[in-house]
């Protein structure tokens, strides 16, 4: 499986932006997904995962209540909607897929991690 993020760019505090990530292969539907993001300096952390079916999500307290996390299994595409963004959400966002179909919040439960996008929130 391979998975390709894009959709971030610059924006300022207040703002939003949509994150993609475009997966290739057949069983993209059977797979859990999740977005990780990593700030300059620090590790990378959970921001949001969703089951295969799309049907339950978790997220990280950071981020609850601003961004969502939806899928489209016929376009084999995850989205994150990132809305209320704040300075503190300045990092690169990964997407990962885990053969397991749930929506899991720890790195080493995840198995294809994508190249990740910069999203920069400007105060």
């Known amino acids: 499986v391979q998975l390709q993020a894009f959709g971030g760019g610059l924006v300022q505090a207040g703002g939003s932006l949509r994150l993609s990530c475009a997966a290739s292969g057949r069983t993209f539907s059977s797979f859990g997904m999740g977005w990780f993001r990593q700030a300059p300096g620090k590790e990378r952390e959970f921001v949001a995962a969703?089951?295969?079916?799309?049907?339950?999500?978790y997220y990280a307290d950071s981020v609850k209540g601003r961004f969502t996390i939806s899928r489209d299994n016929a376009k084999n595409t995850v989205y994150l909607q990132t809305n209320s963004l704040k300075p503190e959400d300045t990092a690169v966002y990964y997407c990962?897929?885990?053969?397991?179909?749930?929506?899991?919040?720890?790195?080493?439960?995840?198995?294809?991690w994508g190249q990740g996008t910069l999203v920069t929130v400007s105060s």
């Open positions: 990962a897929a885990r053969i397991g179909g749930d929506p899991l919040p720890h790195r080493y439960e995840y198995d294809y």
């Open positions: 969703i089951s295969w079916s799309g049907d339950i999500t």
